[in-house]
């Protein structure tokens, strides 16, 4: 049975899955790695962690489905974005990986928008992020070959070939302004260190003797372009033409909406490439859903969890029900390693507010859902904004989509309908595993949305809408009210 190795690869662990020619899943595996906080706004990871994972759960995938390595087709990951990863010659990894929840690069930022004349970079994104690395690891970014991001490695890790997918964000930053201020923003990195590109759905190269073997896979077995996560997420939600648009809801979230052409955009929006040529992706990422999502579990349901293990989450949807729509005024915001859209600020950070003495722990939880669906709501009126175009229904995937509950007030707070397709949890896989199909010949781009079929369509309730289009508004007044406070409290 011919099939694909396909990777979801998150913040806090990947996620193997190899998908047959119809889309079916026939095993997937997970194992998680560490975030490491060395310092105020530093957020770092160990690429050697990276690749462990993905060979423990490549023999993993094998090893329950029983196919063998010689019916493994082709391979794909769809990983997180923004991770640099500065290598020497010999591929050696220089540092660890920058994570892209690390704002440490604010300065530098600054000091590039400065020289452009207007905001086109933030922290987290890769050019303040390796003139920070000139500027406070000199010896290192002299013996940077290349700046890596995490496609980039691990394809490296599995070929040989040091290159990065067509969607990466390291230098082109598609914005209408970036080719006349392009010299300026760049002036004092060496371009030389920048990798070449390979397009999603084209082969990047064959698995090589050493890859093989830490995978248990067969030499020779094509790799292909691979992408983000945002553009893996999003074919996989059937989200592939002009009009489409979906919701990410894993440990972080984000926005994905097709445009056939960029755009003038809000502050910490992106637009990228999209598996389709010709197409892009705007969209804007919010640092924390489900790891907020999981802080307040481990902090207001500790022992259940405990006891409960993944069932958790029908015990907290159940006492959930109990607290109404609007969680009786109290509100929560997300943020618990800064915010990069709707709101870009790195120093702001998770809150809890207008609480009273009847407000139980199902009400924190039920905000903290709420909180994740008015920052989406906030990516979805950006987008309307920059582009002045309108979404009429929307696919969620990822983990959050899973609960039922926190998907109708979903549907609630944006006031279109949603929807989820099959085998959610694993659409991200799913999405990287079409791009290779392409490329294998398996079928055709425009194929790639009968890869996906809805499961569950949520319709918005009128009533709460508008109830919470009013709380929606007096969220966003909470962040104007405190983000001079917060940048006091977080910038040291």
Request: a negative charge; aromatic letters at 10%; one cysteine or more.
């Amino acid at each position: 049975m011919s099939c694909i190795a396909a990777y979801d690869f998150g913040t806090s662990g990947v996620k193997a899955a190899l998908i047959g020619r119809d889309g079916s899943i026939l095993a997937v595996r997970e194992k998680g790695y560490p975030l490491l906080k060395p310092a105020p706004l530093y957020v770092e990871q160990k690429p050697d962690d990276f690749w462990n994972a993905v060979c423990d759960v490549t023999r993993g995938v094998l090893e329950d489905s029983g196919v063998a390595p010689s019916d493994v087709s082709g391979l794909s990951f769809g990983v997180q974005a923004v991770t640099l990863i500065p290598v020497d010659r010999e591929g050696n990894v220089l540092r660890n990986a920058i994570s892209w929840l690390d704002g440490r690069a604010i300065e530098q930022a600054d000091e590039i928008n400065k020289a452009c004349g207007m905001d086109l970079v933030r922290s987290q994104d890769y050019q303040p992020r390796i003139l920070w690395i000139k500027e406070n690891e000199p010896e290192i970014y002299e013996e940077t070959a290349y700046f890596l991001e995490c496609d980039g490695y691990l394809q490296y890790r599995a070929t040989g070939i040091m290159a990065v997918p067509e969607d990466y964000d390291g230098i082109l930053k598609y914005h209408p302004a970036i080719e006349e201020y392009f010299d300026a923003t760049l002036a004092s990195v060496d371009r030389s260190k920048l990798p070449p590109v390979v397009e999603a759905c084209r082969e990047y190269g064959k698995l090589g003797e050493k890859g093989a073997a830490e995978l248990g896979l067969c030499p020779g077995t094509p790799v292909f372009g691979g992408m983000i996560d945002v553009a893996a997420a999003a074919a996989g939600c059937g989200c592939v033409q002009p009009g489409d648009a979906h919701l990410y809801l894993g440990s972080s979230g984000w926005l994905s909406a097709i445009i056939d052409r960029p755009y003038e955009t809000a502050e910490g929006a992106y637009q990228i490439n999209s598996i389709i040529p010709g197409l892009m992706i705007y969209g804007g990422c919010t640092n924390c859903c489900c790891l907020m999502q999981n802080w307040a579990i481990d902090r207001f349901y500790q022992t259940e969890h405990k006891e409960l293990g993944d069932g958790i989450f029908d015990f907290i949807n159940r006492e959930m029900e109990n607290v109404p729509a609007g969680c009786d005024g109290l509100f929560s915001t997300p943020w618990l390693f800064g915010e990069q859209f709707p709101i870009a600020d790195p120093y702001v950070r998770a809150n809890f507010f207008n609480i009273s003495e009847g407000h139980t722990r199902a009400h924190f939880m039920k905000a903290v859902l709420e909180g994740v669906c008015f920052s989406m709501k906030g990516q979805i009126d950006a987008y309307k904004k920059d582009t002045g175009c309108d979404i009429k229904e929307i696919g969620v995937n990822g983990g959050g989509s899973l609960s039922s509950q926190w998907m109708q007030m979903m549907a609630d707070i944006l006031g279109i309908p949603v929807y989820v397709p099959e085998n959610t949890r694993h659409s991200g896989a799913i999405g990287a595993a079409a791009a290779a199909a392409i490329g294998l010949g398996w079928f055709t781009i425009e194929n790639v949305k009968e890869f996906v079929k809805k499961e569950k369509v949520f319709y918005p309730d009128t009533r709460l809408s508008e109830m919470y289009g009013k709380k929606y508004w007096a969220w966003f007044k909470l962040y104007d009210s405190i983000k001079d406070l917060s940048r006091e409290l977080n910038q040291e």
